[in-house]
C-alpha cells in the first residue's frame, strides 16, 4: 500500500472516533440521571485529562525541540491569546462550541506529525493513530452534549458534522506527509501554538465544567485521561 494512502487511512480512522463519541453520547435513555450528572462529568475531565497529556507530552516536548527557547515560548503564548480571544468571541456569539475547538486543535496538530513521521520514514504511525483515536472519542462525547445543549444544529445533525470534520484528519496528515516534513520548525511553532490554545481551554472552560459537588469519579477521570498519554507516550519507540 502506498505510503500516502496509509497516512489517509489512519487519520480517517483517527477523526471517525468523533462521531463515535458523539453516537455514544446521544444514548440517553440508559440511567439518565446517572448519564447528566457524575459519568458526564467523568468523561469530559477524561478529556480533559487527554488534552492536557497532548500538551504535556506531545505538543511542547516535541515543539521545544525544534525551536530556540525564547521562540518556543514566544509560539506557546501567542497560541494562549488566540484562543482566548477565539473564547470571547464564543462567549459574545454564545456559541457551545469550545470543547469542538480544543478537541480540532488537538487532532489536527497531531495528525500533521502522523504524515512527517511516515515522511521521516518511522514506524510509530500505526500507534499513533491508535492513540489519537482513543483521545478523540471521549473529546467527541463531550463536543456533542455541549453543542446538543445550545442554540443550532442538535441531534444526529451533529454527528454528521463531526464525520465531516473527521475528513481534516486525512488533509492535515497529508499536509505533514508531502509538504511540512521538510520545514521541522513549522510544525514545532504549530505543535506550540496548540499546546497554548488548548492549556487556555482546558483551564478555562473544561476543568471547571467537569467538577461535581460530592462527586470524585470527575477527577479520576482527568487522572485517566493523562495516563492514558503517558501510556501512549511509554508505548510510541
Request: proline residues 6%; contains cysteine.
Amino acid at each position: 500500500m502506498p505510503t500516502w494512502l496509509t497516512v489517509t487511512l489512519l487519520t480517517l480512522m483517527a477523526g471517525m472516533s468523533m462521531p463515535l463519541g458523539a453516537l455514544f453520547a446521544r444514548i440517553e435513555h440508559i440511567h439518565r440521571e446517572w448519564l447528566e450528572q457524575e459519568f458526564r462529568h467523568a468523561v469530559m475531565a477524561f478529556g480533559g485529562g487527554a488534552l492536557f497529556s497532548a500538551v504535556a507530552l506531545v505538543l511542547v516536548p516535541e515543539g521545544i525541540e525544534e525551536l530556540p527557547t525564547h521562540y518556543s515560548v514566544l509560539w506557546f503564548v501567542l497560541g494562549g491569546l488566540i484562543f482566548c480571544g477565539l473564547d470571547i468571541l464564543l462567549a459574545r456569539y454564545h456559541s457551545p462550541t469550545t470543547q469542538l475547538v480544543a478537541m480540532l486543535s488537538d487532532f489536527i496538530p497531531e495528525a500533521m506529525a502522523l504524515g512527517a513521521a511516515f515522511s521521516a520514514g518511522g514506524n510509530s504511525g500505526p500507534l499513533l493513530a491508535i492513540l489519537i483515536a482513543l483521545q478523540n472519542l471521549p473529546e467527541g462525547f463531550n463536543a456533542y452534549r455541549e453543542m446538543n445543549q445550545g442554540p443550532g444544529i442538535s441531534g444526529f445533525k451533529i454527528v454528521m458534522v463531526f464525520g465531516v470534520l473527521a475528513l481534516l484528519g486525512p488533509i492535515a496528515g497529508l499536509g505533514g506527509f508531502l509538504l511540512l516534513a521538510q520545514y521541522p520548525a513549522v510544525v514545532a511553532a504549530i505543535k506550540l501554538v496548540a499546546g497554548g490554545g488548548i492549556l487556555f481551554l482546558v483551564f478555562q472552560d473544561i476543568a471547571p465544567q467537569a467538577r461535581l459537588e460530592k462527586a470524585w469519579a470527575p477527577a479520576l477521570g482527568a487522572v485517566l485521561g493523562f495516563a492514558l498519554g503517558v501510556l501512549g507516550c511509554e508505548l510510541l519507540p
